[in-house]
């Protein structure tokens, strides 16, 4: 499965991975370096723990480069009326009767305790393109899904400060 990813993500990304094999990388290296001067590797615990990150970052950059290489590039731009990426979208649970915000991103940015869903869950695909007003049916699963009502709609730019997780 590709991920889908905006030019934004993709950029992040970068500045991630050179951050890493600039600043990062030769941290790690200079303190795997230090801890090896400290004798008999085989119970040096702060040899194993540098090691440890350092391969931490190294699996992280992979990770990060294999993203890019096999993204598909998506749209951050919607229409006005309709919900889009990135877009603040307010909607009404009618089972809860509770109204919460949430920002549409993609999958490497979600984070549903921040109110960022991905455009790949349950919610964010069936808001996807719907318009103020719109009674939208959630399928969670092939036995259960909820109604919401899209109350408003918020063309936010993407500003790049939510975080790529880490996985």
Not at 46 to 61: D, F, G, L
Not at 62 to 83: H, N, P
Not at 111 to 126: C, F, Q, R, V
Not at 145 to 166: A, H, Q
């Amino acid at each position: 499965m590709n991920n889908e990813l905006t030019q934004k993500d993709i950029e992040k990304m970068r500045e991630e991975i050179e951050y890493r094999k600039i600043v990062v990388r030769q941290e790690a290296l200079a303190d795997v370096k230090e801890a090896r001067a400290h004798g008999d590797l085989s119970e040096n615990f702060e040899y194993h723990a540098a090691k440890k990150v350092k391969n931490q970052n190294e699996s992280r950059i992979r990770y990060l480069e294999r993203m890019i290489k096999t993204a598909v590039i998506v749209s951050d731009e919607s229409a006005e009326d309709e919900v889009g990426m990135n877009n603040t979208v307010e909607v009404y649970f009618e089972e809860d009767g509770i109204t919460e915000k949430y920002k549409l991103v993609t999958t490497v940015r979600g984070n549903s305790l921040e109110g960022l869903i991905s455009t790949e869950s349950p919610l964010g695909k069936a808001l996807l393109g719907h318009k103020v007003g719109d009674r939208v049916y959630i399928e969670v699963n092939s036995g259960y899904g909820y109604y919401v009502v899209v109350k408003s709609i918020e063309n936010t730019t993407d500003d790049g400060n939510d975080k790529l997780r880490s996985f």
